[in-house]
């Protein structure tokens, strides 16, 4: 069965940086395209960035330059590293491993919130 865990979160001021862990169990990260999403109050869940099996990264808008994704193929583990955060950044972190072949469902964690002081 594969399980999603993502950790990292907190609270931290304007300026600032974290960095984000998603851990699977059951699946090989680097198998498959994993992305971060996050979700803030009163508002629809929303791409953050990706990396594809073979380690192409794509960023939001929002987050371009500021946030890099990551893979450690040993761990199998991928990262977020968040800098130069923002208000607006804060929300419900998630990370998502995409459909792939011999496993078609989506996967998703249970999140890590983010709260970006003023």
């Known amino acids: 069965q594969v399980q999603v865990v993502e950790s990292g979160g907190g609270l931290v001021q304007a300026g600032g940086s974290l960095e984000l862990s998603c851990a699977a169990s059951?699946?090989?990260?680097?198998?498959?395209?994993v992305g971060w999403y996050r979700q803030a109050p009163g508002k629809q869940r929303e791409s953050v960035a990706s990396?594809?099996?073979?380690?192409?990264?794509g960023y939001a808008d929002a987050v371009e330059g500021r946030f890099t994704i990551s893979r450690d193929n040993a761990l199998n583990t991928v990262y977020l590293q968040m800098n130069s955060l923002k208000p607006e950044d804060t929300g419900v972190y998630y990370c998502?491993?995409?459909?792939?072949?011999?496993?078609?469902?989506?996967?998703w964690g249970q999140g890590t919130q983010v709260t970006v002081s003023a």
């Open positions: 998502r491993l995409f459909p792939r072949m011999g496993d078609p469902a989506d996967r």
């Open positions: 059951g699946s090989t990260l680097n198998l498959r395209t």
């Open positions: 990396i594809s099996r073979d380690g192409n990264t």
